[in-house]
């Protein structure tokens, strides 16, 4: 297909019940997006109750790391096998996952038990998104995109406080135990509400793609997560990491390139140019958010002298424009179709926004930085969910799940490698103005008396760089939204149903077939 040619619709009509059936599969995203957030305020408590300090990165890791591996794996078993069934397993999954790490007697269990998590959160991610994709047509997905953006804001600014009271009035192990009650009905909510066209499909599993996008993700992340941490970025094992990833990366376009039903269809990539400028603004998007929701809090304790047990309510400013301003857009996008000056406005709202938090020091107030946090807001809300809208109508039907998996792997990776480089950038900034600090805390360590007064300058330095970074992030993805084509959304009616698929029950079928 050109570059410019319209695609043809293929999306099933809007069911009359679709918000309920949507107010299910976000409960469902929306445990995925809690957990990290309440795990890493009950960290603290968890460590002091079954030790191993020294492994304690790996808790994160672990779970981000299967995360971003599995995405891809679940969309493309959706696309095979029917969108119901998968997500239903994956919350299955990830509540198993949940009730094991509640009962963890030692570190290396909850390690290991984060990895079943993971698996789980990887399906719900890619699964939530494709069934938004597969439920509602183009150009009535703007009217419920506020509903992903205030679970993405309720996550993001609820964790934090939800960790807080849980690990202060009960115990560390309900982290993990809240996900129980929430799963299950998100579970039965869905198998009474949710009915799409289950498939029975004899096809083979690209288990050579599968194998080698894990070790080509698996390399990435470690890299990101060790280099200038637990390693210096030139170190062998950090450049080992990389020709790791690049090598296997291209021997996994080599054998997708021959698969009869390849993990990630390339097609999506090439078929039409605006799936791969959606791709760059959803990586500098998850940069953005990741990289704001832990330095922002950063410097607001540190500089401004905020309350750390306040740290959701630090957010507000710039998750409460995000709602809103996702909401409206979505319904202007629903009323007229068009959608291009949505991200070039969110762009030009990121990149100022950042680059004015760039300029904030010791004598920046509350109200102003709260002001700054306001245009990154607008900017995300503008970006995020239109960016993954023209990602859902850059490609068929058939391919909806792998291709909405990669718009939840490439925000995951943009958040993953944002944080690491981020970590870099203010390591390197506060180790040059204190040496012997210990910058990976909130609080200086090993400072005379005299020299403490400092810090504070040091933290609004070295966060300074960082959104200084994303701001030129943002503009590389400003110029990603001003090549975007816009191909008006139309109001698409039920596609063809393909042969064999007969509804919910779904008749196994002996024909292999992959859409």
């Not at 619709?9 to 309920?20: C, F, I, L, S």
């Not at 997500?87 to 269990?109: P, T």
């Not at 509602?136 to 506020?146: D, F, H, I």
């Amino acid at each position: 297909m050109s570059a410019t040619a319209p695609l043809p619709p293929a999306e099933p009509a809007v069911p009359k019940n679709v918000r309920w059936v949507l107010l299910g599969v976000m409960l469902a995203m929306l445990l995925s997006m809690l957990d990290n957030m309440v795990v890493s305020t009950a960290m603290p408590t968890i460590v002091g109750d079954l030790g191993g300090l020294e492994h304690i990165s790996w808790v994160v890791t672990a779970y981000t790391l299967v995360t971003a591996v599995t995405t891809p794996v679940w969309g493309k078993f959706g696309d095979l096998y029917g969108r119901k069934t998968t997500y239903l397993a994956s919350i299955a999954v990830f509540v198993a996952g949940s009730a094991l790490c509640g009962a963890s007697r030692s570190m290396g269990e909850l390690i290991a038990f984060r990895v079943v998590q993971g698996i789980g959160a990887g399906g719900i991610g890619a699964g939530a998104f494709a069934l938004i994709g597969a439920l509602v047509p183009p150009r009535e997905r703007g009217t419920y995109q506020g509903m992903t953006a205030s679970v993405m804001a309720i996550g993001t600014v609820g964790g934090p406080l939800l960790g807080g009271f849980v690990t202060g009035h009960w115990d560390w192990r309900w982290a993990f135990y809240v996900n129980l009650p929430l799963g299950v009905l998100a579970l039965v909510w869905l198998w009474l509400t949710l009915h799409v066209p289950a498939r029975r499909v004899r096809a083979r599993i690209d288990w050579a793609g599968i194998a080698l996008l894990a070790v080509s993700i698996s390399a990435v992340v470690l890299a990101a997560t060790w280099a200038g941490v637990a390693y210096p970025w030139g170190s062998w094992r950090i450049l080992g990491l990389g020709a790791v990833a690049v090598l296997s990366l291209a021997l996994f376009v080599r054998v997708e390139r021959r698969a009869a039903e390849p993990l990630l269809p390339l097609g999506v990539f090439t078929g039409h140019r605006n799936y791969p400028l959606a791709m760059v603004m959803i990586l500098v998007a998850g940069v953005v958010m990741f990289g704001a929701g832990l330095y922002l809090p950063l410097f607001q304790q540190t500089v401004q002298g905020a309350s750390a047990t306040n740290s959701g309510l630090l957010m507000l400013p710039m998750m409460v424009p995000v709602v809103i301003v996702s909401t409206l857009a979505g319904k202007v996008m629903s009323a007229t179709g068009r959608y291009k000056v949505f991200p070039v406005l969110g762009t030009v709202f990121l990149t100022a926004g950042l680059g004015l938090l760039a300029t904030m020091d010791t004598g920046t107030p509350r109200p102003l930085t709260g002001l700054y946090m306001v245009l990154v807001g607008i900017g995300l809300g503008f970006t995020l969910q239109v960016a993954g809208t023209i990602a859902q109508n850059s490609v068929p039907l058939r391919d909806m799940g792998a291709a909405m998996s990669s718009v939840n792997l490439f925000r995951t990776l943009g958040g993953s490698l944002g944080v690491a480089v981020f970590g870099s950038l203010f390591t390197r900034s506060v180790g040059a103005h204190l040496p012997g600090a210990d910058t990976g805390a909130g609080a200086p360590r090993g400072l005379p008396a005299g020299v403490r007064d400092a810090y504070p300058h040091a933290v609004a330095e070295g966060t300074g760089h960082i959104f200084l970074t994303g701001a030129v992030l943002c503009a590389l993805a400003f110029l990603a939204a001003l090549l975007v084509i816009e191909v008006p959304l139309k109001k698409a009616g039920p596609p063809a149903p393909a042969e064999g698929d007969k509804g919910d029950k779904g008749d196994k079928t002996s024909a292999a077939r992959a859409g």
